[in-house]
């Protein structure tokens, strides 16, 4: 976003009539890129069931806290009336479980995968 923004802001007017199109179609890609890409690249890769790297080792009471913390917040959300985070988590999580898996998975990939690599 910064490369292109710098060079389209470097087009002279006097050359290029229509400069400032150039520069509102880099503003509105470099927007675009940012903000929608950005937004959902965390979905997607938990969606994909991506594993990422952990800096630290997370101990069996973290992870029971951290899913315990996240379901108390769910409910306080619906209890409440408001939808946040958490509550559209969950929708996401349900979803996912319930359809998108089910859709786009193959059962026992893994374990084929696994046999085809022993027999090899």
């Known amino acids: ?12 007017q006097s050359h290029v009539p229509a400069a400032q199109m150039f520069v509102t179609t880099t503003l509105a890609m470099v927007m675009f890129t940012v903000f929608l890409q950005g937004s959902t690249i965390k979905f997607i890769v938990n969606w ?10 997370i101990t069996l009471t973290e992870e029971i806290n951290k899913k315990l913390y996240e379901h108390v917040m769910a409910g306080i959300e619906v209890i409440s009336g408001k ?4 509550c559209t988590k969950n929708l996401f999580n349900h ?5 998108l898996k089910k859709l786009f ?3 026992n990939y893994d374990h084929n995968m ?4 022993e027999e090899i």
């Open 83 to 86: 939808r946040g985070h958490f």
């Open 95 to 99: 979803l996912d479980k319930k359809y």
């Open 1 to 12: 976003g910064a490369v292109g923004f710098s060079l389209v802001i470097m087009i002279s």
């Open 48 to 57: 994909l069931n991506i594993d990422r790297k952990s800096d630290e080792n």
């Open 114 to 117: 696994k046999k085809m690599y």
């Open 105 to 107: 998975s193959v059962n």
